[in-house]
């Protein structure tokens, strides 16, 4: 499979770098979700046939799917102890490491596996790169019952964090919501800047009804930054 543009190429780079960089034979990883982690996933493979020992624990459906397909031996995170690391990707990432994640509603399954995990790779092409986190909506995944009064709770919470009215939109559509692999909703919430992560972070996780939000601040250890040329810049926090 080849990459079908610059930003593909990128990621791919910076999956291979990371490869490269930090994978050790022996190891058990966790394996991220999305279209840079697929590109990691296929070179994962690629090692292994190759004589790669490595187990991976996955962090969404789809991601076991393609694990198992290219022949990665899989583990479920219950049968194992610490991962020695997860390499996954990002929708946004700032100068601390910190992230926005899930624009592929995988960031429930995607925070248990990093948080289980010695480090955090975090691979991504540079147009992920800013300097504040909220240019990208924000994830929060929902329980579905009365996911209205959870999406007002947060609306207060916005609006006491100087956020104001954000358009909140459900993942999916209010007539058919996308249904996360856990059977949440996701809503998506256009925040433009989020000037203190953390505290909003901690806030959004006492709602009731909020199960697990996009922000994963101090989670990333280092980070991959793939350039379509396929040279890589290589961060640690
Ligand atoms: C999925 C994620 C992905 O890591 C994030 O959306 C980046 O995806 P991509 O590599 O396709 O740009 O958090 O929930």
């Not at 624009?103 to 995607?110: Q, R, S, V, Y």
């Not at 504040?132 to 999406?151: C, D, Q, Y």
Request: glycine letters at 12%.
């Amino acid at each position: 499979m080849q990459p079908t543009s610059a930003q593909d190429e990128a990621k791919k780079a910076s999956a291979a770098k990371a490869i490269q960089r930090f994978l050790q034979d022996g190891m058990t990883i966790g394996l991220g979700s999305g279209t840079t982690s697929r590109w990691f996933v296929r070179i994962l493979g690629e090692r292994v046939a190759q004589g790669l020992r490595v187990t991976g624990v996955p962090s969404s459906k789809s991601t076991g799917q393609l694990a198992e397909e290219v022949g990665v031996k899989l583990a479920d995170l219950n049968d194992v102890g610490q991962l020695d690391m997860t390499i996954d990707g990002a929708d946004e990432i700032d100068p601390k490491g910190q992230m926005i994640k899930g624009g592929g509603a995988n960031l429930l399954w995607e925070k248990i596996v990093a948080c289980a995990s010695k480090k955090m790779v975090c691979i991504v092409d540079e147009s992920k790169l800013v300097d504040n986190l909220g240019r990208f909506p924000l994830p929060v995944e929902v329980i579905p019952f009365a996911w209205r009064s959870t999406e007002r709770h947060m609306r207060t919470v916005f609006k006491e964090n100087g956020l104001g009215e954000p358009r909140i939109e459900m993942r999916g559509g209010l007539e058919k919501p996308l249904v996360t692999d856990s059977g949440h909703y996701l809503l998506d919430c256009h925040l433009e800047k989020i000037p203190k992560p953390e505290s909003l972070g901690k806030q959004l996780k006492q709602i009731p009804g909020v199960v697990e939000h996009g922000l994963f601040i101090g989670i990333a250890t280092d980070a991959v930054v793939g350039h379509a040329t396929g040279d890589c810049e290589i961060f640690t926090f």
